[in-house]
Protein backbone atom coordinates (compact mmCIF):
# COMPACT_ATOMS: atom_id res chain seq x y z
CA UNK A 1 0.00 0.00 0.00
CA UNK A 2 1.60 3.39 -1.33
CA UNK A 3 2.35 6.23 1.48
CA UNK A 4 0.49 8.73 1.16
CA UNK A 5 3.48 10.87 0.38
CA UNK A 6 4.26 8.80 -2.70
CA UNK A 7 0.54 9.03 -3.55
CA UNK A 8 1.77 12.84 -3.52
CA UNK A 9 4.89 12.47 -5.08
CA UNK A 10 2.70 10.68 -8.07
CA UNK A 11 0.25 13.00 -8.67
CA UNK A 12 2.33 16.38 -8.87
CA UNK A 13 5.16 14.31 -10.75
CA UNK A 14 2.25 13.81 -13.52
CA UNK A 15 1.53 17.22 -13.43
CA UNK A 16 5.07 18.35 -14.21
CA UNK A 17 4.92 16.10 -17.16
CA UNK A 18 1.51 17.41 -18.32
CA UNK A 19 2.77 20.93 -17.39
CA UNK A 20 5.75 20.79 -19.72
CA UNK A 21 3.34 19.60 -22.60
CA UNK A 22 0.85 22.56 -21.60
CA UNK A 23 3.61 25.05 -21.83
CA UNK A 24 4.09 24.15 -25.68
CA UNK A 25 0.69 24.92 -26.60
CA UNK A 26 0.21 28.01 -28.56
CA UNK A 27 -2.85 30.89 -27.77
CA UNK A 28 -5.40 28.76 -30.22
CA UNK A 29 -5.11 25.27 -28.80
CA UNK A 30 -5.38 26.64 -25.12
CA UNK A 31 -8.42 28.72 -25.98
CA UNK A 32 -9.96 25.71 -28.01
CA UNK A 33 -9.49 23.49 -25.03
CA UNK A 34 -10.41 25.88 -22.41
CA UNK A 35 -13.88 26.53 -24.50
CA UNK A 36 -14.85 22.49 -25.25
CA UNK A 37 -14.00 22.28 -20.94
CA UNK A 38 -16.44 25.11 -20.36
CA UNK A 39 -19.21 23.50 -23.03
CA UNK A 40 -19.04 20.20 -21.57
CA UNK A 41 -19.37 21.84 -17.89
CA UNK A 42 -22.07 23.72 -18.76
CA UNK A 43 -24.07 20.97 -20.22
CA UNK A 44 -24.27 19.06 -17.58
CA UNK A 45 -25.08 21.77 -15.15
CA UNK A 46 -28.23 20.65 -14.31
CA UNK A 47 -27.05 17.38 -13.20
CA UNK A 48 -24.11 18.42 -11.78
CA UNK A 49 -26.28 20.84 -9.57
CA UNK A 50 -28.70 17.85 -8.78
CA UNK A 51 -25.98 15.80 -7.18
CA UNK A 52 -23.95 18.50 -5.16
CA UNK A 53 -27.48 19.38 -3.62
CA UNK A 54 -28.43 15.78 -2.94
CA UNK A 55 -25.33 14.72 -1.85
CA UNK A 56 -23.97 17.73 0.46
CA UNK A 57 -27.59 18.02 1.77
CA UNK A 58 -26.82 22.02 1.26
CA UNK A 59 -29.01 24.95 -0.50
CA UNK A 60 -31.20 24.61 -3.73
CA UNK A 61 -30.40 22.44 -6.46
CA UNK A 62 -32.05 25.17 -8.99
CA UNK A 63 -29.52 27.88 -7.41
CA UNK A 64 -26.74 25.56 -7.85
CA UNK A 65 -27.96 24.74 -11.60
CA UNK A 66 -27.45 29.26 -11.68
CA UNK A 67 -23.86 28.72 -10.01
CA UNK A 68 -22.90 26.30 -12.18
CA UNK A 69 -23.68 28.86 -15.02
CA UNK A 70 -21.73 31.37 -13.38
CA UNK A 71 -18.77 29.49 -12.87
CA UNK A 72 -18.67 28.47 -16.86
CA UNK A 73 -20.41 30.65 -18.99
CA UNK A 74 -19.66 34.16 -17.24
CA UNK A 75 -15.84 32.63 -16.09
CA UNK A 76 -15.83 31.81 -19.68
CA UNK A 77 -17.07 34.99 -21.30
CA UNK A 78 -14.61 36.95 -18.89
CA UNK A 79 -11.37 34.80 -19.44
CA UNK A 80 -11.63 33.98 -23.54
CA UNK A 81 -10.39 36.68 -24.90
CA UNK A 82 -7.66 37.49 -22.50
CA UNK A 83 -4.11 36.41 -23.77
CA UNK A 84 -2.59 34.24 -21.62
CA UNK A 85 0.05 32.53 -23.63
CA UNK A 86 3.42 33.95 -25.02
CA UNK A 87 3.33 38.02 -25.91
CA UNK A 88 0.65 39.60 -23.82
CA UNK A 89 1.63 43.25 -23.91
CA UNK A 90 4.40 45.34 -25.84
CA UNK A 91 5.23 49.19 -25.11
CA UNK A 92 7.59 49.65 -27.98
CA UNK A 93 8.08 53.68 -26.75
CA UNK A 94 9.01 52.49 -23.21
CA UNK A 95 10.75 49.41 -24.83
CA UNK A 96 9.33 46.48 -22.34
CA UNK A 97 7.41 43.32 -23.68
CA UNK A 98 5.14 41.24 -21.23
CA UNK A 99 5.01 37.54 -22.01
CA UNK A 100 2.95 35.24 -19.86
CA UNK A 101 4.43 31.72 -18.47
CA UNK A 102 2.16 29.11 -16.26
CA UNK A 103 2.86 28.52 -12.88
CA UNK A 104 2.95 25.21 -12.57
CA UNK A 105 0.80 22.16 -10.73
CA UNK A 106 -1.41 23.92 -8.81
CA UNK A 107 -3.93 22.61 -5.96
CA UNK A 108 -7.26 23.39 -6.19
CA UNK A 109 -9.27 23.25 -2.68
CA UNK A 110 -13.19 22.54 -3.02
CA UNK A 111 -15.61 23.86 -0.68
CA UNK A 112 -18.59 21.38 0.43
CA UNK A 113 -20.83 24.40 0.03
CA UNK A 114 -19.53 24.55 -3.57
CA UNK A 115 -18.55 21.22 -4.40
CA UNK A 116 -19.16 21.35 -8.39
CA UNK A 117 -19.23 25.14 -9.17
CA UNK A 118 -15.29 25.93 -8.01
CA UNK A 119 -14.23 22.61 -9.86
CA UNK A 120 -15.59 23.87 -13.00
CA UNK A 121 -14.21 27.94 -12.02
CA UNK A 122 -10.64 26.31 -10.85
CA UNK A 123 -10.18 23.92 -14.12
CA UNK A 124 -11.05 26.56 -16.42
CA UNK A 125 -8.86 29.32 -15.03
CA UNK A 126 -6.36 26.88 -14.90
CA UNK A 127 -6.27 25.45 -18.27
CA UNK A 128 -7.07 28.95 -19.59
CA UNK A 129 -3.21 29.88 -18.19
CA UNK A 130 -1.83 26.40 -18.93
CA UNK A 131 -1.52 25.02 -15.51
CA UNK A 132 -2.08 21.34 -14.71
CA UNK A 133 -4.29 21.11 -11.53
CA UNK A 134 -4.90 18.81 -9.07
CA UNK A 135 -8.55 18.51 -7.44
CA UNK A 136 -9.08 17.93 -3.85
CA UNK A 137 -12.65 17.04 -3.09
CA UNK A 138 -14.92 18.31 -0.05
CA UNK A 139 -15.43 15.01 2.57
CA UNK A 140 -18.95 15.50 2.25
CA UNK A 141 -19.71 15.37 -1.32
CA UNK A 142 -16.74 13.74 -2.75
CA UNK A 143 -18.85 11.99 -5.90
CA UNK A 144 -20.38 15.37 -6.94
CA UNK A 145 -17.06 16.58 -7.51
CA UNK A 146 -15.32 13.74 -8.87
CA UNK A 147 -18.07 13.49 -11.53
CA UNK A 148 -17.55 17.24 -12.36
CA UNK A 149 -13.61 16.59 -12.59
CA UNK A 150 -14.24 13.15 -14.78
CA UNK A 151 -16.28 15.49 -17.50
CA UNK A 152 -13.95 18.43 -17.77
CA UNK A 153 -10.89 15.92 -18.06
CA UNK A 154 -12.89 14.00 -21.16
CA UNK A 155 -13.39 17.01 -22.58
CA UNK A 156 -10.13 19.02 -21.80
CA UNK A 157 -8.47 15.31 -23.58
CA UNK A 158 -10.79 15.19 -26.54
CA UNK A 159 -10.05 18.63 -27.21
CA UNK A 160 -6.36 17.89 -27.24
CA UNK A 161 -4.92 18.72 -23.62
CA UNK A 162 -2.44 16.69 -22.33
CA UNK A 163 -3.00 13.61 -19.98
CA UNK A 164 -3.02 14.33 -16.42
CA UNK A 165 -3.83 18.46 -17.10
CA UNK A 166 -6.49 17.55 -14.62
CA UNK A 167 -6.39 15.52 -11.74
CA UNK A 168 -8.35 14.53 -8.28
CA UNK A 169 -6.92 12.93 -5.17
CA UNK A 170 -7.98 9.43 -5.00
CA UNK A 171 -9.40 9.50 -1.28
CA UNK A 172 -9.68 12.38 0.89
CA UNK A 173 -7.92 12.27 3.93
CA UNK A 174 -6.44 15.32 5.90
CA UNK A 175 -2.67 14.09 5.36
CA UNK A 176 -2.86 13.66 1.81
CA UNK A 177 -3.97 16.60 1.63
CA UNK A 178 -0.90 18.04 3.57
CA UNK A 179 1.37 15.91 1.72
CA UNK A 180 0.43 17.85 -1.58
CA UNK A 181 -0.22 21.09 -0.03
CA UNK A 182 4.10 20.87 1.06
CA UNK A 183 5.16 19.35 -1.74
CA UNK A 184 8.22 21.19 -2.94
CA UNK A 185 7.03 20.84 -6.50
CA UNK A 186 3.88 22.36 -6.30
CA UNK A 187 3.48 25.84 -7.78
CA UNK A 188 0.47 27.18 -6.07
CA UNK A 189 -2.91 25.91 -4.04
CA UNK A 190 -5.52 27.98 -4.89
CA UNK A 191 -7.72 27.10 -1.42
CA UNK A 192 -11.29 27.90 -1.00
CA UNK A 193 -12.73 26.47 2.39
CA UNK A 194 -12.77 27.50 6.37
CA UNK A 195 -10.37 29.76 7.55
CA UNK A 196 -8.30 26.47 9.36
CA UNK A 197 -7.95 24.72 5.83
CA UNK A 198 -6.65 28.01 4.40
CA UNK A 199 -4.30 28.79 7.30
CA UNK A 200 -2.70 25.41 6.34
CA UNK A 201 -2.12 26.72 2.87
CA UNK A 202 -0.65 29.51 3.68
CA UNK A 203 1.63 27.87 6.05
CA UNK A 204 2.63 24.94 3.67
CA UNK A 205 5.69 26.53 2.33
CA UNK A 206 4.18 26.94 -1.21
CA UNK A 207 2.29 30.00 -2.51
CA UNK A 208 -1.11 30.34 -2.07
CA UNK A 209 -4.25 32.42 -3.02
CA UNK A 210 -6.94 31.84 -0.07
CA UNK A 211 -9.74 33.41 0.53
CA UNK A 212 -11.61 35.02 4.11
CA UNK A 213 -14.59 34.79 5.82
CA UNK A 214 -17.59 37.10 5.36
CA UNK A 215 -19.95 38.72 7.94
CA UNK A 216 -20.95 41.24 5.49
CA UNK A 217 -22.50 43.98 6.52
CA UNK A 218 -25.19 46.32 4.68
CA UNK A 219 -25.97 49.72 5.20
CA UNK A 220 -29.10 51.18 4.21
CA UNK A 221 -28.72 54.77 3.82
CA UNK A 222 -31.87 57.54 4.80
CA UNK A 223 -31.65 58.17 0.55
CA UNK A 224 -32.07 54.31 0.02
CA UNK A 225 -35.28 53.17 -2.12
CA UNK A 226 -36.29 50.89 0.35
CA UNK A 227 -38.07 48.73 -1.29
CA UNK A 228 -35.74 47.94 -3.97
CA UNK A 229 -32.72 47.39 -1.24
CA UNK A 230 -35.38 44.53 0.71
CA UNK A 231 -35.76 42.62 -2.14
CA UNK A 232 -32.39 42.66 -3.16
CA UNK A 233 -31.32 42.01 -0.12
CA UNK A 234 -33.69 38.84 0.13
CA UNK A 235 -32.98 37.52 -3.18
CA UNK A 236 -29.32 37.61 -2.28
CA UNK A 237 -29.49 35.43 0.82
CA UNK A 238 -31.75 33.26 0.21
CA UNK A 239 -29.90 31.90 -2.83
CA UNK A 240 -28.84 28.49 -2.27
CA UNK A 241 -30.10 29.21 1.28
CA UNK A 242 -26.97 31.39 1.79
CA UNK A 243 -24.14 29.14 1.63
CA UNK A 244 -21.89 32.02 -0.44
CA UNK A 245 -19.39 33.67 1.75
CA UNK A 246 -20.50 36.84 0.38
CA UNK A 247 -23.70 36.63 1.10
CA UNK A 248 -25.20 39.36 3.58
CA UNK A 249 -24.99 38.47 7.32
CA UNK A 250 -26.26 42.36 8.96
CA UNK A 251 -28.44 44.73 7.63
CA UNK A 252 -27.37 48.19 9.42
CA UNK A 253 -30.39 51.59 9.13
CA UNK A 254 -30.85 54.00 11.36
CA UNK A 255 -33.99 54.59 13.54
CA UNK A 256 -35.43 57.08 11.18
CA UNK A 257 -36.04 54.60 8.48
CA UNK A 258 -35.71 51.62 10.68
CA UNK A 259 -39.76 50.84 11.11
CA UNK A 260 -39.94 51.20 7.11
CA UNK A 261 -37.28 48.62 6.68
CA UNK A 262 -39.08 46.40 9.06
CA UNK A 263 -42.13 46.82 7.40
CA UNK A 264 -40.76 46.18 4.28
CA UNK A 265 -39.05 43.17 5.25
CA UNK A 266 -42.04 41.65 6.55
CA UNK A 267 -44.37 42.49 3.80
CA UNK A 268 -41.90 40.64 1.47
CA UNK A 269 -41.93 37.52 3.70
CA UNK A 270 -39.22 37.74 6.63
CA UNK A 271 -39.37 37.03 10.05
CA UNK A 272 -38.40 38.96 12.81
CA UNK A 273 -37.51 36.92 15.90
CA UNK A 274 -38.90 37.16 19.10
CA UNK A 275 -36.01 37.90 21.90
CA UNK A 276 -36.81 34.41 23.31
CA UNK A 277 -36.78 32.73 19.57
CA UNK A 278 -33.32 34.93 19.44
CA UNK A 279 -32.00 33.20 22.30
CA UNK A 280 -32.68 29.29 20.52
CA UNK A 281 -31.71 30.64 17.61
CA UNK A 282 -28.17 31.43 18.45
CA UNK A 283 -28.07 27.65 20.38
CA UNK A 284 -28.54 25.93 17.38
CA UNK A 285 -26.91 28.29 14.69
CA UNK A 286 -23.41 28.87 16.67
CA UNK A 287 -20.86 27.21 18.08
CA UNK A 288 -19.75 29.36 20.98
CA UNK A 289 -16.56 26.60 22.07
CA UNK A 290 -15.25 26.77 18.92
CA UNK A 291 -16.07 30.32 18.02
CA UNK A 292 -17.56 29.27 14.45
CA UNK A 293 -21.07 28.90 13.03
CA UNK A 294 -22.59 25.09 13.22
CA UNK A 295 -22.15 23.29 10.13
CA UNK A 296 -25.58 21.49 10.95
CA UNK A 297 -27.39 25.14 9.87
CA UNK A 298 -25.09 25.60 6.86
CA UNK A 299 -27.12 26.24 3.99
CA UNK A 300 -30.68 24.95 5.43
CA UNK A 301 -34.13 26.19 4.68
CA UNK A 302 -36.00 28.45 7.22
CA UNK A 303 -38.26 25.64 7.87
CA UNK A 304 -35.36 23.71 8.88
CA UNK A 305 -33.78 25.76 10.74
CA UNK A 306 -37.11 26.67 13.03
CA UNK A 307 -37.75 23.01 13.87
CA UNK A 308 -34.05 22.49 14.78
CA UNK A 309 -34.49 25.29 17.41
CA UNK A 310 -37.83 24.15 18.25
CA UNK A 311 -40.09 27.79 16.87
CA UNK A 312 -43.30 28.19 15.11
CA UNK A 313 -43.07 30.73 11.90
CA UNK A 314 -44.83 31.95 9.75
CA UNK A 315 -45.20 29.28 6.44
CA UNK A 316 -43.12 30.29 3.65
CA UNK A 317 -41.17 32.78 5.79
CA UNK A 318 -37.98 33.48 3.09
CA UNK A 319 -35.44 35.27 6.34
CA UNK A 320 -35.33 34.77 10.11
CA UNK A 321 -34.32 38.20 11.22
CA UNK A 322 -32.52 38.65 14.91
CA UNK A 323 -32.71 42.25 16.18
CA UNK A 324 -29.26 43.18 18.11
CA UNK A 325 -28.09 45.86 20.19
CA UNK A 326 -24.32 45.21 20.06
CA UNK A 327 -21.50 43.05 18.10
CA UNK A 328 -18.99 40.61 19.07
CA UNK A 329 -18.18 37.21 20.58
CA UNK A 330 -20.96 37.72 22.90
CA UNK A 331 -23.73 38.06 20.25
CA UNK A 332 -23.43 34.61 17.90
CA UNK A 333 -25.61 36.53 15.51
CA UNK A 334 -23.57 39.04 14.86
CA UNK A 335 -20.95 36.83 13.10
CA UNK A 336 -21.42 35.00 9.58
CA UNK A 337 -23.81 32.47 9.68
CA UNK A 338 -24.33 30.55 5.95
CA UNK A 339 -27.93 29.92 6.02
CA UNK A 340 -30.78 32.25 5.93
CA UNK A 341 -30.40 34.01 9.12
CA UNK A 342 -29.96 38.09 9.61
CA UNK A 343 -28.60 40.83 12.18
CA UNK A 344 -30.61 43.80 12.07
CA UNK A 345 -29.27 46.57 13.53
CA UNK A 346 -30.76 50.31 14.15
CA UNK A 347 -28.48 53.15 15.16
CA UNK A 348 -29.32 56.10 16.46
CA UNK A 349 -27.38 57.99 13.62
CA UNK A 350 -25.21 57.84 10.81
CA UNK A 351 -22.13 57.82 12.27
CA UNK A 352 -23.10 55.00 14.68
CA UNK A 353 -24.74 53.28 11.70
CA UNK A 354 -21.29 53.46 9.96
CA UNK A 355 -19.34 52.36 13.56
CA UNK A 356 -21.50 49.16 13.56
CA UNK A 357 -20.66 48.46 9.87
CA UNK A 358 -16.81 48.88 10.65
CA UNK A 359 -17.59 46.33 13.69
CA UNK A 360 -18.90 43.93 11.69
CA UNK A 361 -16.43 43.88 9.32
CA UNK A 362 -13.65 43.70 11.84
CA UNK A 363 -15.91 40.56 14.12
CA UNK A 364 -14.97 38.21 11.10
CA UNK A 365 -14.86 39.85 7.33
CA UNK A 366 -12.32 42.35 7.01
CA UNK A 367 -11.50 42.70 3.23
CA UNK A 368 -14.06 40.87 2.07
CA UNK A 369 -17.32 42.25 1.10
CA UNK A 370 -20.25 45.23 2.37
CA UNK A 371 -22.92 46.57 0.63
CA UNK A 372 -24.59 50.15 0.75
CA UNK A 373 -28.03 51.30 -0.25
CA UNK A 374 -27.89 54.44 -1.16
CA UNK A 375 -28.71 57.37 -3.93
CA UNK A 376 -27.00 60.12 -2.14
CA UNK A 377 -23.25 59.79 -4.00
CA UNK A 378 -21.20 61.55 -1.03
CA UNK A 379 -22.65 58.74 1.59
CA UNK A 380 -21.20 56.03 -0.70
CA UNK A 381 -17.85 57.38 -1.13
CA UNK A 382 -17.56 57.85 2.13
CA UNK A 383 -19.20 54.66 2.94
CA UNK A 384 -16.63 53.20 0.53
CA UNK A 385 -13.12 54.64 1.77
CA UNK A 386 -14.22 53.85 5.36
CA UNK A 387 -14.85 49.95 4.76
CA UNK A 388 -12.36 47.74 4.50
CA UNK A 389 -13.04 45.41 1.94
CA UNK A 390 -12.03 43.94 -1.27
CA UNK A 391 -15.75 44.42 -2.85
CA UNK A 392 -17.66 47.60 -1.94
CA UNK A 393 -21.68 46.92 -3.29
CA UNK A 394 -23.27 49.78 -4.64
CA UNK A 395 -27.55 49.13 -4.73
CA UNK A 396 -26.56 45.47 -5.07
CA UNK A 397 -27.51 41.85 -4.14
CA UNK A 398 -24.26 41.17 -2.26
CA UNK A 399 -24.16 37.43 -3.45
CA UNK A 400 -24.24 38.21 -7.28
CA UNK A 401 -22.42 41.11 -6.86
CA UNK A 402 -19.54 40.07 -5.33
CA UNK A 403 -19.08 36.83 -8.04
CA UNK A 404 -18.96 39.73 -10.72
CA UNK A 405 -19.87 39.41 -13.92
CA UNK A 406 -24.28 39.66 -13.62
CA UNK A 407 -24.57 42.48 -11.59
CA UNK A 408 -21.47 44.21 -12.51
CA UNK A 409 -18.08 43.93 -14.74
CA UNK A 410 -16.06 42.56 -12.11
CA UNK A 411 -14.40 39.35 -13.09
CA UNK A 412 -16.88 36.45 -12.37
CA UNK A 413 -14.55 34.51 -10.19
CA UNK A 414 -15.72 32.08 -7.07
CA UNK A 415 -12.12 32.95 -5.47
CA UNK A 416 -12.85 36.38 -3.66
CA UNK A 417 -9.59 37.80 -1.92
CA UNK A 418 -9.46 39.63 0.93
CA UNK A 419 -6.30 41.59 1.01
CA UNK A 420 -3.97 41.38 3.78
CA UNK A 421 -6.81 42.04 5.76
CA UNK A 422 -7.84 38.68 5.20
CA UNK A 423 -4.38 37.48 5.27
CA UNK A 424 -4.48 37.02 1.14
CA UNK A 425 -2.22 38.49 -1.15
CA UNK A 426 -5.06 39.97 -2.85
CA UNK A 427 -8.33 41.71 -2.65
CA UNK A 428 -9.24 40.58 -6.39
CA UNK A 429 -12.05 38.18 -7.56
CA UNK A 430 -8.89 35.96 -8.24
CA UNK A 431 -9.13 34.44 -12.01
CA UNK A 432 -6.95 33.16 -14.47
CA UNK A 433 -4.37 35.97 -15.08
CA UNK A 434 -3.79 35.77 -11.14
CA UNK A 435 -2.34 31.80 -12.18
CA UNK A 436 0.06 33.28 -14.54
CA UNK A 437 4.16 34.25 -13.89
CA UNK A 438 4.70 37.57 -16.15
CA UNK A 439 8.39 38.17 -17.28
CA UNK A 440 9.21 41.42 -18.64
CA UNK A 441 11.88 41.89 -21.06
CA UNK A 442 13.25 45.84 -21.12
CA UNK A 443 15.04 47.16 -23.69
CA UNK A 444 17.54 49.88 -23.29
CA UNK A 445 16.03 53.33 -22.99
CA UNK A 446 16.94 56.47 -21.77
CA UNK A 447 14.91 57.14 -18.16
CA UNK A 448 13.89 61.39 -18.77
CA UNK A 449 12.58 61.60 -15.08
CA UNK A 450 16.30 60.34 -13.56
CA UNK A 451 18.07 63.16 -16.16
CA UNK A 452 15.35 65.47 -15.34
CA UNK A 453 17.56 65.78 -11.77
CA UNK A 454 20.16 68.37 -11.35
CA UNK A 455 23.43 66.68 -12.02
CA UNK A 456 25.07 69.56 -9.16
CA UNK A 457 22.74 67.55 -6.28
CA UNK A 458 24.39 64.75 -6.65
CA UNK A 459 28.14 65.99 -6.48
CA UNK A 460 29.80 65.68 -3.10
CA UNK A 461 33.25 64.97 -1.92
CA UNK A 462 34.06 61.69 -3.02
CA UNK A 463 35.64 61.58 -6.65
CA UNK A 464 34.41 58.09 -7.12
CA UNK A 465 31.13 59.11 -6.82
CA UNK A 466 30.87 61.89 -8.90
CA UNK A 467 33.04 59.99 -11.69
CA UNK A 468 30.36 57.42 -11.42
CA UNK A 469 27.58 59.73 -12.01
CA UNK A 470 28.95 61.87 -14.94
CA UNK A 471 29.82 57.94 -16.85
CA UNK A 472 25.98 56.93 -16.13
CA UNK A 473 25.44 60.56 -18.30
CA UNK A 474 27.62 59.64 -20.77
CA UNK A 475 26.19 56.36 -21.58
CA UNK A 476 23.31 58.41 -22.85
Not at 78 to 98: A, L, P, Q, W, Y
Not at 321 to 336: F, H, M, N, R, T
Request: proline residues 4%; charged residues 20%.
Amino acid sequence: MKSYQEIAEELVNKSILAGALFNQYDQKQTDHIVKQVFEAGFNNRVKLAKMAAEESGLGVWQHKVIKNVVATQLVYESIKDEKSVGVIRENHKEGTIEIAQPLGPIFGIIPITNPTSTVLFKILISLKSRNPIIISPPRKAPNSCRETVDICYRAALEAGAPEDCIQILPEIDRDLTHAIMSHPKLALILATGGTSLVHAAYSSGNPALGVGPGNVPVFIDESADIPFAIENIITSKTFDNGTICASEQAIICEKSISKTVIDEFEKQGCYFLSTEQITKIEKIAFNREKGLMNADVVGQPVEKIARMAGIVVPAGTKILIAKQDKVGKDYPLSQEILAPILAFFESSDYNTAIKLCIDLNYLGGIGHTAGIYANNEERILEFSKIMNAGRILVNTPSVHGAIGGLYNTLPTSLTLGCGSGGKNITTENVTSHNLLNIQRVSRRRRNDQWFDFDTELFLDESKDVNVLLKQYYKNF
